[in-house]
């Protein structure tokens, strides 16, 4: 008989539970522009991450953008719907 030595998953490895996202949703007010550029300076995206994100919430109805603690995303939102971006953390 063989006997197999059982090695425990790593404990070290944080939960996601309380991990959120925050959603961009598509609206037929703001222009591509305008949304590219505020999740740049907002999120820190790139040009493109930005403008494939803008794409992505257009034809899809909405995008996650970012992922995270309700505090880190809680301001990212506020600033967002300061800047009449139609946004959910979820």
Same mark, same amino acid.
């Given at each position: 008989? &063989?006997?197999?030595?059982?090695? @425990?998953?790593?404990? =070290?490895?944080? +939960?996601?539970?309380? #991990?959120?996202?925050?959603?961009?949703?598509?609206? *037929?007010? $703001?222009?591509? *522009?305008? &949304? !590219?550029? +505020?999740?740049?300076? &907002?999120? $820190?995206?790139? @040009?493109?991450? /930005? #403008?494939?994100? /803008?794409? +992505? /919430?257009?034809? =899809? %109805?909405?995008?996650? !953008?970012?992922? %995270?603690?309700?505090? &880190?995303?809680?301001? !990212?939102? *506020? #600033?967002? +719907? =300061?800047?009449?971006?139609?946004?959910?953390?979820?």
């Amino acid at each position: 008989m &063989v006997k197999e030595k059982y090695k @425990p998953a790593d404990q =070290n490895h944080e +939960t996601t539970a309380d #991990e959120k996202e925050l959603i961009l949703f598509n609206d *037929d007010v $703001n222009s591509f *522009d305008y &949304v !590219i550029e +505020t999740l740049i300076e &907002v999120c $820190n995206h790139d @040009p493109y991450q /930005a #403008e494939q994100c /803008a794409l +992505t /919430a257009h034809f =899809n %109805g909405k995008c996650s !953008i970012k992922t %995270g603690s309700f505090d &880190v995303l809680k301001p !990212i939102y *506020d #600033e967002m +719907t =300061n800047r009449e971006l139609t946004v959910s953390i979820s």
